[in-house]
């Protein structure tokens, strides 16, 4: 019997560099597929090279469909708050720019309020010292899916690092 796709939903986090953020994307349980791409900015259909040099406005991020039967956006948001350092503004370890921002694109009324819920238990939990969580929280734009070469990279390049 086929999954019913009527019941997927979409969810869409950048935190760094996608390629590391969709390679743990894909290892949760319920999660259907992802995809690289960017949101945010004010370009139409940018490339990579575009959004690399700043001038777009956008943000990595991947697209998440999901299936909310299999694994809640709770889980998606825990998934997302520990893959990055949400306290660093505009970068992420070495790759600097507005580009690398911390955001969350929500989808509707319900991820808003759990996105916002959860950006502030993560502030008051202490878990990040004394280090102010700068996660954006905006309605979902138009999503640009990037090029195929950077989709599922680390699978198709391997990766260094830990996951």
Not at 121 to 144: C, E, H, M, N, Y
């Amino acid at each position: 019997m086929a999954e019913n796709q009527n019941f997927y939903k979409l969810a869409t986090f950048g935190a760094g560099c996608f390629w590391h953020v969709e390679a743990k994307f894909r290892r949760v349980e319920g999660v259907v597929s992802t995809t690289v791409g960017f949101m945010g900015g004010t370009v139409k259909n940018p490339g990579y090279h575009d959004v690399s040099s700043g001038d777009t406005g956008h943000a990595e991020v991947v697209q998440i469909t999901f299936d909310p039967a299999k694994v809640s956006y709770d889980k998606l948001l825990e998934v997302f708050w520990t893959s990055h350092d949400p306290t660093q503004l505009n970068r992420q370890g070495a790759d600097m720019g507005a580009n690398y921002r911390s955001v969350i694109f929500y989808h509707d009324a319900e991820q808003a309020v759990k996105a916002r819920k959860s950006k502030e238990d993560l502030q008051t939990s202490g878990r990040l010292g004394f280090g102010k969580v700068v996660t954006q929280i905006v309605p979902a734009l138009d999503f640009w899916k990037a090029e195929e070469d950077h989709q599922q990279y680390f699978e198709k390049q391997g990766h260094c690092g830990k996951l």
